[in-house]
């Protein structure tokens, strides 16, 4: 398998509901990123990882919890969620090595995420 | 705080010829990307620009100005495949990237 899969691919959730999402990156990348991608906005940098280590939280509420315990997974735990946090959650990763250029950030296909 | 500005909507025939401008106002500057995405999809990385020109490949081009803080994507030969969200994104530092709200191009046959 390749690339940046994500899973799962739809949720639908209650206010009260407690669930995960995960990534998985293929690439060898050493840095991963969640983004929040609403309707006609832009997409929205959430966290940040970069060898494991959290380096970027873009002020996000603590109701969305990231874990990340190795540099080809990483997880976005939802609790407590509102219907505002509606939205298609977006993973990428990067080489994010350091050295510079593009540092081109690919993908996965998102979760598009219900809160009822 | 970080500020891109594109073009919601553009539309066009097949053949034509669209540019979609990008101005921003970020704290740092190490480069303009451009990402496409397709209606329920995954943006993917179109093309980079550290240093004003213009770079090419194959039928789209973009273009930086730094002293202009302004950047284009130009999409030649238009194809229906091409109708998608182009997003303009700067890289502000080491590992974050910031993007426009988008601009969804429709392509008419």
């Known amino acids: 398998e390749t690339g940046v899969t994500q899973t799962p691919r739809h949720l639908v959730m209650g206010m009260t509901n407690k669930k995960s999402l995960k990534c998985e990156q293929h690439?060898?990348?050493?840095?991963m990123y969640w983004y929040k991608q609403s309707a006609k906005k832009p997409l929205e940098l959430m966290f940040v990882?970069?060898?494991?280590?959290?380096?970027e939280n873009n002020s996000v509420p603590s109701r969305f919890s990231p874990e990340c315990p190795n540099s080809s997974h990483l997880f976005l735990h939802l609790h407590t969620l509102q219907p505002e946090d509606s939205a298609l959650y977006l993973c990428?990763?990067?080489?994010?090595?350091?050295?510079?250029?593009?540092?081109?950030?690919?993908f996965g296909p998102g979760t598009r995420l219900t809160v009822l | 705080g970080q500020s891109l500005e594109q073009p919601s909507e553009v539309t066009a025939v097949e053949g034509a010829i669209v540019q979609i401008n990008c101005t921003y106002q970020?704290?740092?500057?190490?480069?303009l990307s451009w990402y496409q995405q397709h209606d329920g999809g995954a943006p993917t990385f179109l093309s980079y620009?550290?240093?004003?020109g213009l770079e090419e490949t194959g039928r789209f081009s973009s273009f930086l100005s730094r002293s202009d803080s302004y950047g284009y994507l130009l999409l030649q030969e238009l194809q229906m495949k091409d109708s998608a969200s182009y997003f303009c994104?700067?890289?502000?530092?080491?590992?974050?990237?910031?993007f426009g709200a988008g601009t969804t191009v429709t392509v008419r046959a």
């Open positions: 994104a700067v890289r502000d530092s080491d590992y974050k990237l910031s």
């Open positions: 990428a990763s990067s080489l994010g090595d350091g050295t510079g250029g593009t540092d081109t950030q690919y």
């Open positions: 970020t704290s740092g500057f190490y480069g």
């Open positions: 620009n550290a240093l004003d």
């Open positions: 690439l060898g990348h050493n840095a």
């Open positions: 990882y970069n060898f494991k280590e959290q380096t």
